[in-house]
């Protein structure tokens, strides 16, 4: 499925495709990135009552701001209450790539993360969010379903075999499930 723009309106029918295609898969873990806390809350309802485990990956403490965290504390111990994980880490394609860029110009990371944004914004989160909760032994190195977007919301779910940040490369996109026409 295509929407034929970016953006937090696409958040319901996104989650609602991919929690579907999990069901129907088989796939046990649901992986939602979300900034502030509006797309856990919507994915943490969805999954109530259901055998699909949701990790929530949000952005880095210090993100925008030193020593801030963006999501909504309230929203964690909502989504922790329906048995979903909230999960903070460095952004595998930011972390020190963005200080080695800082310092010499030049950043593999970048250049990864870009070439992923030519499918779109959403199709980079998931992989990276993917290689997060691998990382952080949430997940286990399967397939899972991978929620993202552009900005705010999820306008992004795709089917991934997920891997840790070491085996980058391991990760696979297996199938694009919905994403943006245009970005």
Do not use: W
Not at 129 to 139: C, N, V, W, Y
């Amino acid at each position: 499925m295509y929407f034929s723009k970016t953006g937090p309106e696409n958040t319901e029918e996104t989650l609602k495709i991919a929690l579907r295609e999990a069901e129907a898969r088989g796939i046990r873990y649901l992986i939602v990135a979300s900034t502030f806390g509006d797309t856990a809350l919507k994915a943490a309802n969805l999954v109530k009552g259901k055998d699909i485990k949701l990790i929530v990956v949000t952005h880095n403490t210090g993100f925008k701001k030193p020593g801030e965290q963006e999501f909504r504390e309230d929203v964690k111990s909502e989504v922790e209450k329906t048995g979903g994980i909230v999960y903070t880490g460095t952004m595998v394609l930011r972390g020190i790539g963005r200080g080695i860029k800082n310092k010499i110009n030049f950043s593999h990371e970048e250049i990864i993360a870009n070439v992923l944004r030519m499918f779109c914004q959403g199709i980079k989160v998931c992989v990276e969010i993917a290689a997060m909760a691998s990382d952080a032994g949430l997940i286990p190195f399967s397939d899972v379903i991978a929620v993202g977007g552009t900005a705010r919301g999820a306008d992004t779910a795709c089917v991934i075999k997920a891997d840790s940040s070491n085996n980058f490369f391991d990760i696979k996109i297996k199938e694009i499930l919905v994403k943006p026409s245009e970005f």
